[in-house]
């Protein structure tokens, strides 16, 4: 998954960014409550865990503004305040769950699996499918006409992202976002590299190179052509 971890305790934050990423999940970290909501309205992330004591702008808040958008990313809430309305408030603005810190991390990982399950439930069971492209985001099993092959996790990143934006120019930015997040750099031509390899699975012309931006997944070309 891409996570958002918004967090302004510092030695926290450190804590739970490096237990997400031994699950093999891309993440961001924020420290502000302006930037969250930036970062939200602007990104494509499939959890977002908000602090709710956040400088500039209220994780409260920050909820609400991304509900009223019709932004629908998972939210769990991180709170030290423990009264009861005030959760209930974050649950009412649109909040999936919430944590009363100090909290356990096995309880965190817990949180995270049943929000996203309820997230997945339906039509992520059928996968994403684009002409003869089928891809399953739940075991990362990509499916062109009869072949069928499991993806490692930096092809599948790439795919499914062009997937959900068929016929959309995907910067390299936003791709490699997909894959590193905001603070992880890569090798000047891994992008590439990764592309290549989606190609002699789906087709060259079903991923098309946009010169000078980034990629397109066409999803006329994904009808009609096969893999090599």
Known sequence: ?????????????????????????TVDWLDD???????????????AILDLTLPRLDGLEVVKAVRKQGIDTPVI???ARGELDEK????????????TKPFAMA????????????????????GLKIGRLTL??????LDVGNESAILPRSEFQILQYLMRH?????????????LYGWEHGAESNALEVHVHHLRRR?????????????????SEAAANEGAE
Do not use: W
């Open 166 to 178: 068929p016929d959309q120019v995907a910067t390299r930015r936003r791709l490699e976002e997909q």
């Open 136 to 141: 399953n985001p739940d075991t990362g099993q």
């Open 202 to 218: 789906v087709g060259k012309q079903t991923i098309r190179t946009v010169r000078g931006v980034g990629y397109l997944l066409d």
């Open 77 to 79: 809430i991180l709170t």
């Open 88 to 99: 209930l408030q974050g649950l009412d603005y649109g909040a999936d769950d919430y944590l």
């Open 107 to 126: 309880e965190l990982k817990a949180r995270i699996r049943a929000v996203t399950r309820r997230g997945s439930a339906g039509a992520v069971t059928e």
């Open 33 to 47: 409550g302006q930037q969250a909501l930036n970062a939200l309205l602007n990104e494509t992330f499939d959890l």
């Open 1 to 25: 998954m891409r996570i958002l971890l918004i967090e302004d305790d510092h030695p926290l934050a450190k804590t739970m960014l490096d237990m997400l990423r031994d699950g093999q999940n």
